[in-house]
């Protein structure tokens, strides 16, 4: 008995099919592949752009309890930041007292 031989079974099979046939044999396989590198090229670039760290220090963290009550943590960087930026003063540190705001002119009216 003659021993099989997958490729040349293989070579033959293709050589019988029809132009058309022989046509998608080249060219699905080669888009294939191409395609599933590039979906995976683009959902890696989306993710490296959605992934993007935001550069600084958490300062504050607000919860809000079923109630609706509003709890405010200050975080170790929150004392540089107030010292730094005057305007991050204007939220008060949780257990002590909100500074007190510059009074207005007084107006001729």
Do not use: C
């Amino acid at each position: 008995m003659e021993s099989y031989n997958f490729w040349q079974d293989f070579f033959d099979t293709y050589q019988s099919l029809s132009d058309w046939m022989k046509f998608a044999w080249l060219v699905v396989p080669p888009a294939f592949v191409l395609g599933l590198v590039a979906l995976f090229l683009w959902y890696r670039l989306a993710t490296k752009r959605a992934a993007e760290p935001e550069i600084g220090t958490l300062a504050y963290t607000v919860f809000s309890n079923q109630n609706g009550d509003l709890r405010i943590y200050a975080h170790d960087g929150a004392d540089a930041l107030t010292a730094e930026r005057s305007e991050a003063a204007l939220l008060p540190l949780p257990g002590t007292k909100p500074p007190a705001l510059a009074k207005p002119p007084p107006s001729d009216v």
